[in-house]
């Protein structure tokens, strides 16, 4: 890469126009050698008496500056590493901020990270409307803290309270919000960016207006307050209790930005104020929740250059697909598709099943527009890519149809089948079940090379993962085209064979059902959640999981399971009584937890311990058992899915898929990287315990009892 067309100067007239286009590059991104060639732009312009003023502009497509090199981040291991670049992005930033002449950031695309503390280093910003500009600092989700003054500039310019909401969720704000905090000066058509960025340049010339070092004014008596001596340490106490109920103490970087903060917001000694946000970046840049983020987003970025098979094929072009199947789920898969440029046709047997498909679809972008994230005319320009209909019509021309109706293997192959005969030869039918095997279900499609599984996850316009599975006869395209048109809608993908639950399924089960014979052994509803949610770091304990996912699904997957892979899934002698009980779990409103009319949870249902024949709960079990009893069964699973059945190809898909598919904590890195952290060895010598005590559904499976022999790891 050629540092000096990658970042060079364009005199226009007595404006200096640093354009920034990484040579080789699909983002700019801010690495050792081009911070230096910055560095050598800047202190040439800044010998350079002809210059008035300086733009800086990107000339990527929808690309300002992306950030920090996440490479060199990562290849750091020692907190000098860390200091000496932190150091060199504050002398090359505080450049920025003294030149003698005003800087002005023109930003269109993605600006985050150290391009947005770049702008912020800059006395007046320019942003563009489009909705490709996202303006942000999302280095806690990185496990660090901004570490090129935003700690420190962004509170200044937009006051405590914004500058907490974007840095303690690594937040990134559209351009018409960023200009509602005082984030950016102005927000104009992208057209006119560039023109506008160097009208506001000759203006500033031509009045004589110099530098401008731009500080929070709060307007109303309630921002008076919060940014008052009175009111900090209230707004702080507030943003600490927010990051910790979030949390639970497992991510650092939220607590330590808010420390740093905290004690350099209204700091006038710039350089004190540096010091103490580069010790904090340091002090989280070297941990091992910082190494697993960061790893965890490598392997999200490799999802983006792959095709899902490893031959040479190409996915087939997608323009338009169908939706067999309305309702909550289909209304779901025709929004992602919809929102993200897709045509869609929906069809389905009856009217009123339309009906909830759209209102679905609708009620989401309903959500976004009240949040002011979509306009009025982007909501009604989304939804009608979506048609439907009670027949065919259209199918002819539609390049993937996804299925999604009831789980029935005979009704499925049959309207596959049908379906086929509709839609033009080359055409993908993708299913969507999450239980029953896509092999079989392909015999009723007269070319099952065609035939793919596609198992989105509920809720689809939440839920990242899509599992694309392939058949005993599917080709490399279908697989090929079904991996694009996921990532086309927004979702990570992850290739898996065809098998008893996939690969989320197959792991979460034992998982689920190892909760039930927890409640057996006396554990209540609450200690067991607290202690996965608080404990190991899982967005929801298992019984909260069961009652999302419905207590009839669970029990006839359960039963699907125990019938597929036998004594390793072990049903639970309360597992029948559920039926009678009536309970589904949040959908009527009775599980293991109640709820009210709008589905909020009114804290446990005491009922269930008598209607399950169970005694009061007794506790009695440490912690640390009820822990391991469900994830390392887990991970015995998973060494059989991965290294004897290879239902997928590395632990990085498993680690993905359980990440994006159940919240698995990110800061552990996933499923398999935690079980190395905690060693084979032990976990198979904890599995032959429990087996012992409780069963041979603990026995450590094949695969696992070898690594434990030299306690292997699964990297």
Known sequence: MSVQESLKIVPQGNVAVIEWDLVGEKVNKMSSPIMARFKELLQEI?????????????????????????????SMKKADDFRKAVQAGHEIFNLVEDLKIPVIAAIHGACLGGGCELALACDYRVASEDPATKIGL????????????????????????????????????????????????????????????????????????GKRRKSYKPASPVDKFKDSFIGRPIVFKMAGAAVFKQTHGHYPAPPKALEVIRRTYGMGDRAAALAIEADGFCEVAVTDVSRHLINVFFMTEAVKKKTGVAS???????????????????????????????EVRMKDISNDALAKGFEHARSIWDKLLKKRRISQHELTQRMNRVTGGLDYAGFGQLDVVI??????????????????????????IATNTSSLSVSEMGKGHPNPENFVGMHFFNPVDKMPLVEVIRGARTSDVAVATIFELSK??????????????????????????????LLEDGMS????????????????????????????????????????????IELPPALDKFGAAGRLGKK???????????????????????????GSPTDKLKTSEVVERGIFTMINEASLALIEERVVETPEEVDLAMIMGTGFPPFRGGLLRYADSVGTKNIADTLERYAIQYGVRFKPSKPLANMAKTDRKFY
């Open 525 to 568: 509803i609450e200690t067991v959640d607290k202690a996965y949610v608080e404990g190991v770091g899982m967005p929801m304990g298992p019984f909260r999981l069961i009652d999302e996912v419905g207590l009839d699904v669970c029990v006839k997957v359960a039963k699907i399971f125990h019938e597929s892979l036998g004594a390793r």
């Open 588 to 614: 009527n409103g009775k599980g293991f937890y109640k709820y009210d009319e709008r589905g909020k949870s009114q804290g446990v249902d005491e009922s269930i311990y008598g209607e399950l024949g169970l």
């Open 138 to 209: 999302p280095e806690v989700k990185l496990g660090i803290i901004p570490g090129f003054g935003g700690c420190v500039r962004l509170p200044r310019v937009v006051g405590l309270e914004a500058a907490l909401d974007i840095i303690l969720a690594g937040k990134a704000v559209a351009a018409r919000k960023a200009a509602k905090i005082g984030l950016v000066d102005k927000v104009v058509h992208p057209s006119i960016l560039e023109e506008q960025a160097l009208e506001l340049a000759r203006s500033l010339i031509a009045e004589g207006k």
């Open 312 to 342: 040479g094929v190409k996915p087939l072009p997608i323009r338009a697909i169908g939706v067999l199947g309305a309702g909550t789920m289909g209304g779901g898969i025709a929004y992602v598709a919809a929102d993200k440029g897709v």
């Open 488 to 517: 086309k809608m927004g979702k990570v993908p992850v290739v898996v064979k065809d098998g008893p639950g996939f690969i989320v399924n197959r792991l979460l089960v034992p998982y689920l059902l190892e909760a039930m014979f």
């Open 403 to 428: 299925e999604a109706i009831v789980e029935d293997m005979k009704i499925k192959q049959r309207v596959i089948g049908e379906t086929a005969s509709k839609c033009k030869p080359d055409c993908i």
């Open 46 to 74: 800044q010998g350079d008496s002809r210059y008035g003023a300086v733009v800086l502009i990107s000339r990527k497509a929808n690309i300002f500056i992306a950030g920090a090199d996440i490479d060199e981040i990562k």
